[in-house]
């Protein structure tokens, strides 16, 4: 496919699209109903679709029955480590020989036109961003994903919440699971904005901010207190009424989920004249400049509170102009404190 048939790219090579990216059309006043139903696809596909079906598989033919998750043995335990661990390894893995081993499409859609393999920086371990984001995804991320599903699953095995079944409660949950990648997208926001301040910044999510140019397994390579808010998202099953199958489902949305905003591509070629869109930009535009897109816009936070950036010129000026009157902000506080 010709990229530059969808955008343009710069003197660096660094690739942007011709389209700024938008926040979905689910709450804008007056309501575009037409721009919803046009939206509506993505929605389910091609990621939550995915995800959704992933939970129900783990719950029929990875996870055991109810009475052996009413104990924690270390049999059943380790098998769901294992499988979580290599369901991921294959799941990015797959990006990641195709777009950044093979590069199968070349740097066409890619954002940034260097390759992390080729960057060679002090903050990584091994000064290798492929290394330092296998080993705190699988050193770290990976157990603290499973001890946070063998909890959930303990729990409901045990009867310590409520467990609403699909017989009982067939249009309650169905709600619930439509509403999965809000609850995501909610808590993703207040999460992540509280690690841009300044110490949890300092001492937790630098370790994310690494990866300025991320690739796939640069989605969970982070700092284990932000692994563990991050995945915790899932506890939300413990307050609201719901079933196991759409905790493993909010779990699997935010584990398996976080590759879109780390691909480093805008489309992933498929065939011919087709591809995938990624849904990557709103993020990239996030390690690229740090302090805009905290939310991914499917709930328009940013757009709300003035850091969201649409990768337009006029978005960065939105940004330049926020960026001027915090650092003016900061000097005359520097002032104050000097006199």
Avoid at 8 to 37: C, H, I, S, Y
Avoid at 124 to 135: A, E, G, K, T, V
Wanted: with cysteine; aromatic share 18%.
């Amino acid at each position: 496919m010709d990229d530059l048939a969808y955008g343009t790219r710069n003197k660096r090579g660094d690739w942007a699209p011709n389209e700024p990216a938008t926040p979905a059309p689910l709450f804008v006043f007056p309501p575009q109903p037409l721009e919803l139903l046009k939206w509506l696809p993505h929605y389910f596909f091609p990621y939550n679709a995915l995800f959704a079906a992933s939970a129900v598989a783990w719950w029929y033919w990875v996870l055991p029955g109810t009475e052996v998750m009413k104990t924690l043995a270390w049999g059943w335990i380790l098998r769901l480590f294992v499988a979580n661990c290599v369901a991921l390894f294959l799941f990015f893995g797959v990006f990641e020989l195709r777009l950044y081993i093979l590069r199968g499409q070349g740097n066409r859609f890619k954002y940034n036109a260097r390759w992390p393999s080729e960057q060679k920086s002090a903050a990584f371990f091994f000064q290798s961003q492929n290394i330092d984001s296998l080993l705190r995804t699988f050193g770290t991320g990976m157990p603290i994903w499973t001890a946070i599903e063998v909890a959930i699953l303990y729990a409901y095995a045990n009867g310590y919440v409520p467990w609403l079944t699909f017989a009982g409660h067939p249009w309650y949950l169905f709600g619930l699971a439509l509403v999965v990648p809000l609850i995501h997208e909610t808590h993703f926001f207040l999460l992540h904005r509280a690690l841009h301040w300044g110490p949890l910044y300092k001492w937790v999510h630098a370790v994310h901010h690494n990866s300025v140019n991320p690739s796939p397994f640069s989605s969970l390579s982070m700092h284990p207190v932000e692994q563990f808010g991050y995945l915790g998202v899932a506890f939300w099953h413990l307050i609201i009424p719901s079933n196991p199958i759409l905790a493993l489902y909010q779990l699997h949305f935010a584990g398996f989920g976080a590759i879109p905003g780390h691909i480093g591509f805008d489309r992933i070629e498929v065939g011919g004249n087709a591809a995938i869109d990624s849904h990557a930009y709103a993020h990239y535009l996030h390690h690229k400049y740090f302090e805009v897109n905290y939310a991914d816009g499917l709930v328009p936070f940013d757009k709300w509170l003035g850091t969201f950036h649409d990768g337009s010129p006029k978005g960065e000026a939105r940004m330049r102009a926020r960026y001027e009157k915090k650092k003016a902000r900061v000097n005359a506080a520097a002032n104050r404190e000097g006199r």
